[in-house]
């Protein structure tokens, strides 16, 4: 029984968002710090490489496990993922009570397949079908990114496959694409639909960084005072696109067989620039059937001084103004999502390779003669 109230049971409870982490590391999980943060709100858990390449060169965690799979004679890049899934398994035990007691709907836990296979449908969908046979559990999310090629993949998964979600959305346009591949792949499933969970990951901090940066150099009194304005209005009518599309003929046909709509999640909510307040992407974007991942240093933030007050869609003429008043200084929303899509892969698969090189270092010295 929950034992005291804080500003993120508020969030839950009174706006409908569920907060979750964006940070997963083995002394969180095996430490109790993961077990303490579900205790003050917390409702799931999202990672990926950038994450895990932090978690696993800091410290000395994973020496131990590591050696002794090098012993074993697996490879370096078989021992990263067993490592991983050794993370993401005991994440979601600490997380499973939170998943039965929402009847499936939270208790989440978010593993993303190769940063390689982002331009890859079929190997995304070979590798998300294996995470999903390896990892045993209701509570596995598999990430897959929203490229164009992700998306099709997420098509096929939807129909048969594990609960995805489907990340690096910067844009209304592929958000739209994402959530008919979702609709498309329920209609195509023969099984239980209320089995079948998604959330599409929007990412926000990103979109004002990139924006700011094309105002400066446009660098007119007009375009400068939109700077902060872009990402909050973006997502803020990306709701909007969800509240229409979740609802309707199509969807209610969907839902009268058990369909769960996909929830939009707020990724990358940390405000990357200091002269922004540091919950601008959190307080602003609250509301029903959401979810907002943070990192730590956000979550102690809303614990802190966060306001649980339902926002999301308090005001979509203003950013409909907002997104107008952006074209007309010529800033290109679609061109914007398509630099920070490809940013976000090439970042993603940057933080694995340089990952796997550490770990081929670190394996000749923990075990000189396994496979490297």
């Known amino acids: 029984m929950q034992s005291f109230m804080t500003r993120l049971h508020q969030l839950f409870g009174e706006c ?8 997963l590391t083995r002394p969180m999980v095996r430490q109790g710090g993961l077990a303490a943060m579900v205790e003050r709100g917390i409702r799931g858990v999202t990672s990926n490489p950038t994450i895990f390449a932090k978690a696993i060169s800091a410290g000395r965690d994973y020496d131990e496990q590591f050696a002794q799979l090098l012993e074993s004679g697996t490879t370096v890049e078989d021992a990263y993922w067993d490592m991983v899934v050794t993370d993401i ?3 979601m035990a600490v997380l499973a009570p939170v998943h039965q007691a929402s009847d499936g709907a939270d208790g989440f836990v978010s593993l993303e397949v190769a940063p390689s296979l982002a331009h890859d449908t079929n190997g995304t969908v070979r590798a998300a079908r294996d995470l999903d046979d390896r990892i045993e559990g209701p509570n596995l ?3 897959v990114p929203a490229t164009a090629e992700g998306v099709v993949a997420v098509r096929e998964l939807v129909g048969d496959g594990p609960s995805i979600n489907i990340t690096l959305i910067f844009s209304l346009a592929r958000y739209g694409e994402v959530i008919d591949a979702y609709l498309t792949g329920l209609e195509h499933h023969d099984g239980d639909l209320s089995a079948v969970a998604s959330v599409a990951s929007f990412f926000v901090s990103r ?3 990139e924006v700011d940066r094309r105002l400066a150099a446009v660098g007119t009194g007009a375009a400068l005072a939109l700077r902060g304005t872009a990402a909050v209005a973006q997502a803020r009518l990306a709701y909007g696109l969800f509240t229409e599309r979740f609802s309707g003929p199509r969807w209610e046909a969907l839902r009268e067989r ?8 707020w990724a990358s909510t940390s405000a990357k620039n200091p002269a922004y307040p540091d919950l601008v992407y959190v307080d602003g974007l609250i509301g029903p059937d959401t979810v907002n991942t943070m990192p730590d240093a956000t979550v102690d933030a809303f614990l802190d001084h966060g306001t649980p007050a339902r926002t999301v869609d308090t005001d979509p003429d203003g950013a409909r103004r907002t997104m107008d008043e952006l074209a007309a200084v010529g800033v290109d929303m679609e061109d914007v999502a398509e630099v920070l899509e490809r940013e976000g892969v090439d970042s993603f698969a940057k933080s694995y390779a340089d990952l796997l090189e550490a770990l081929g270092a670190k394996a000749g010295a923990l075990h000189p003669v396994g496979k490297h």
């Open 89 to 91: 398994v005991g994440a």
């Open 207 to 209: 979109v004002d960084t």
């Open 16 to 23: 409908g968002q569920s907060p979750w982490i964006d940070n």
């Open 141 to 143: 999310f598999v990430k």
């Open 258 to 265: 058990g369909a769960r709509c996909q929830r939009p999640l």
